[in-house]
């Protein structure tokens, strides 16, 4: 059974920074692709980064290129979002998942996803 955990979510002011972390353990990870994803009350689930298993592959939403990085450290099965100039409308929890895959190109659809972690909320105040 694979289990992710989210950890590094809060509240911060405009304009201010957070770095999401999401441990994965219960099986091997060798190919496999970590998405982070987020839902702001009301909306749908969204397409945030994801990353592969050899570190590339990385999309972003348009909403956050410029200001989040994903990175991975494989040694750990650990994904990392770092989160800058974070804005009232990054509000949202956020969840990491992962999609165990040979093919390297990381999908953008949550549906594609084979498990998800239980979601760290992040808020952001103006």
């Known amino acids: 059974q694979v289990q992710l955990v989210e950890s590094g979510g809060g509240l911060v002011q405009a304009g201010g920074s957070l770095r999401l972390s999401c441990a994965a353990s219960g099986r091997t990870f060798s190919t496999y692709i970590m998405g982070w994803f987020r839902q702001a009350p009301g909306k749908e689930r969204e397409f945030v980064a994801a990353?592969?298993?050899?570190?590339?592959?990385?999309p972003y939403a348009d909403s956050v290129k410029g200001r989040f990085t994903i990175s991975r450290d494989n040694a750990k099965n650990t994904v990392y979002l770092q989160m800058n100039n974070l804005k009232p409308e990054d509000t949202a929890v956020y969840y990491c998942?992962?999609?165990?895959?040979?093919?390297?190109?990381?999908?953008?659809?949550?549906?594609?996803?084979?498990?998800w972690g239980q979601g760290t909320q992040v808020t952001v105040s103006s």
């Open positions: 998942a992962v999609k165990f895959t040979t093919w390297p190109a990381p999908p953008l659809q949550a549906t594609r996803y084979d498990y």
């Open positions: 990353i592969n298993w050899r570190g590339g592959g990385t």
